[in-house]
């Protein structure tokens, strides 16, 4: 996703643009791994050392519910955020050692019976597909 496809769709809904707003889009564009809100404000804060941690948690809720922002949860209880890629999203191995997570190449949803789908009438507004278990480099220090 693109910044200005990022401010296009926080203008037609009625979002202010604001520089802390701007930096916060600008931060999630130059990173490739997912960030936690914590990590998001980290980044922000020392141009905008006034700008508090709700204000960008009130931020990645509205970039999400834009569907802006793909959010995961890589097993340990944080949320983390990436913008998302332009077919989508992305879903991960996640490595319950050491926290690592690797993106698979594939949606899992390509693969189910989109028949059970529609025959329960059920309209797919988002999914989340995440592995956990044991890279190799932790299993390989393990066996050690």
């Excluded at 200005?4 to 130059?30: F, H």
């Excluded at 791994?33 to 509205?62: A, C, F, K, Q």
Aim: glycine content about 6%.
């Amino acid at each position: 996703m693109q910044l200005q496809d990022v401010l296009t769709k926080l203008r037609e809904n009625g979002y202010k643009i604001t520089p802390q707003r701007q930096e916060m889009i600008n931060v999630l564009l130059g990173e490739p791994e997912h960030l936690t809100v914590e990590e998001i404000h980290s980044r922000i804060s020392h141009h905008y050392p006034h700008l508090s941690l709700d204000t960008v948690y009130r931020n990645v809720g509205v970039l999400a519910r834009l569907n802006v922002l793909a959010r995961v949860d890589f097993g340990d209880g944080k949320a983390r955020y990436k913008l998302l890629e332009p077919d989508g999203h992305k879903h991960h191995l996640v490595c319950l050692s050491c926290g690592n997570a690797e993106e698979v190449n594939f949606c899992p949803l390509d693969y189910m019976d989109a028949y059970s789908i529609k025959e329960k009438k059920f309209a797919v507004q988002r999914h989340s597909f995440e592995i956990y278990g044991y890279c190799w480099a932790c299993r390989t220090k393990e066996a050690n």
